[in-house]
């Protein structure tokens, strides 16, 4: 599926409402952006954004779940899942698909995109209706894949701001560059290198460059 504008220097709201639209031929209500928490524990992970914004006490349930399917950091489920929701038998049924139910939601597709050390990024894309094929799945799991590069930008912007020098220096870090080698590569001096990592230490609030290199990933930066 292609959306029908160029989501480029523009926000995650903008974003989401242009690519709810996009979906709303194949009955998609409801899109929602999960992502770890850069500064919590492993099993954490935080709403990045929702859209429509009514659906944010479902979507803070989802976020602070571990029953999705099976625990979700830790099983071998594939990149994307599709689920019926309605499915579910009371007695076992968690509070965010009791809630995305009394919205009038039946289904979703999700669609996970693994980070370092077992975290991940995860895409939510809800329906009134039951899917009849895995190719209906399919179709919004290639949405996904359209727009993930610019909402990820765009929601890493929203988080935290690097200067294009700090990034480039963690980008090459991430590379395995050294700090002499890294001089080299950006043309200034290796007391510049360390100065840029140490301001991108600090605004990610960690106190060496691998843990800077770990959070920028968590983060979408790198």
Not at 98 to 116: E, I, K, T
Request: a neutral charge; hydrophobic letters at 45%.
């Amino acid at each position: 599926m292609t959306l029908p504008v160029n989501f480029d220097s523009v926000g995650v709201d903008s974003i989401l409402a242009d690519w709810l639209m996009a979906l709303r031929e194949q009955g998609v209500e409801v899109v929602m952006v999960l992502g770890p928490d850069p500064l919590g524990p492993r099993e954490r992970r935080e709403l990045l954004a929702v859209h429509p914004p009514r659906m944010l006490a479902p979507a803070e349930a989802l976020a602070a779940s571990v029953d999705f399917g099976a625990s979700w950091r830790e099983s071998d489920a594939p990149l994307v899942a599709w689920q019926d929701i309605s499915k579910s038998a009371a007695e076992h049924s968690s509070r965010w698909r009791r809630l995305f139910l009394a919205h009038g939601q039946q289904s979703l597709v999700r669609v996970a995109f693994p980070l370092p050390a077992g975290r991940a990024f995860e895409c939510f894309m809800f329906s009134p209706r039951a899917y009849d094929s895995r190719l209906e799945a399919a179709t919004l799991a290639w949405s996904v894949f359209n727009v993930w590069p610019m909402l990820k930008r765009a929601l890493a912007e929203q988080r935290v701001s690097l200067s294009p020098r700090e990034l480039e220096s963690l980008n090459l870090a991430f590379e395995g560059l050294t700090a002499r080698e890294t001089a080299l590569r950006m043309d200034c001096s290796e007391r510049t290198v360390n100065y840029h990592l140490a301001n991108a230490m600090a605004k990610l609030q960690t106190d060496n460059k691998l843990g800077a290199v770990q959070r920028a990933c968590w983060l979408g930066l790198i």
